[in-house]
Nanobody
């Protein structure tokens, strides 16, 4: 599976952005997907995950209620709708694919494939 993330940019606090992740490969629909982010000087952290069917979603506490992850298996796309953005959301955002289980869905170790990252900058 190859992944290409896009949609990052500069936005004011309180604004919205929608990140997209385009996947290639015939087995995309069999993978759980996730979004992670990494700010300068910080470790990569979990943001959101979605099961292979799209029936289950999971969020980090810091983004719950503000971000929404979704997927379209027919189009081989994953999205992250980000609302009410805060300066602390500033980071490079990565999409990832993996056959994770519940105990690994929020860990980088649960993912085998990564996109190149897209930068989100939220100004105060």
């Amino acid at each position: 599976v190859q992944l290409q993330a896009s949609g990052g940019g500069l936005v004011q606090a309180g604004g919205s952005l929608r990140l997209s992740c385009a996947a290639s490969g015939r087995t995309f629909s069999t993978y759980g997907m996730g979004w992670f982010r990494q700010a300068p000087g910080n470790e990569r952290e979990f943001v959101a995950a979605i099961s292979w069917s799209g029936g289950s979603t999971y969020y980090a506490d810091s983004v719950k209620g503000r971000f929404t992850i979704s997927r379209d298996n027919a189009k081989k796309m994953v999205y992250l709708q980000m609302n009410s953005l805060k300066p602390e959301d500033t980071a490079v955002y990565y999409c990832a694919a993996g056959r994770w289980i519940l105990s690994t869905r929020n860990s980088p170790e649960g993912y085998n494939y990564w996109g190149q990252g897209t930068l989100v900058t939220v100004s105060s």
